[in-house]
């Protein structure tokens, strides 16, 4: 069964830390290309980060640049997502995302709800 499953959200004060960790099951993650997006409320699913399969390209939305930090440990399945000096802007759902053109690929994890508040 494909599988993602997002874990390490929760309350956190502004300037604070989290580091969010998906893991996977069910396929080759070294052939995925992962990424993180987020959903706050009555808003629209945005990008976060991304990082390629092997890991050595990664790519972030400007609103994080500088202060979120995207990484995979392909011998444990897993992507990360560091997310230091947060804001009250970055509340939302955090979701894990893989994909792969062949064979194709696209799954979502259930999320995991982030709530930076003094």
């Known amino acids: 069964q494909v599988q993602l499953v997002e874990s390490g959200g929760g309350l956190v004060q502004p300037g604070g830390s989290l580091r969010l960790s998906c893991g996977a099951s069910?396929?080759?993650?070294?052939?995925?290309?992962m990424s993180w997006y987020r959903q706050a409320p009555g808003k629209e699913r945005e990008l976060v980060a991304g990082?390629?399969?092997?890991?050595?390209?990664?790519n972030y939305a400007d609103s994080v640049k500088g202060r979120f930090t995207i990484s995979r440990d392909n011998a444990k399945n897993t992507v990360y997502l560091q997310m230091n000096n947060l804001k009250t802007e970055d509340t939302a759902v955090y979701y894990c995302?893989?994909?792969?053109?062949?064979?194709?690929?696209?799954?979502w994890g259930q999320g995991t709800l982030v709530t930076v508040s003094s």
């Open positions: 990082i390629i399969r092997a890991g050595g390209s990664t």
């Open positions: 995302n893989a994909v792969r053109t062949y064979p194709a690929l696209a799954v």
């Open positions: 069910g396929f080759i993650f070294s052939s995925a290309d």
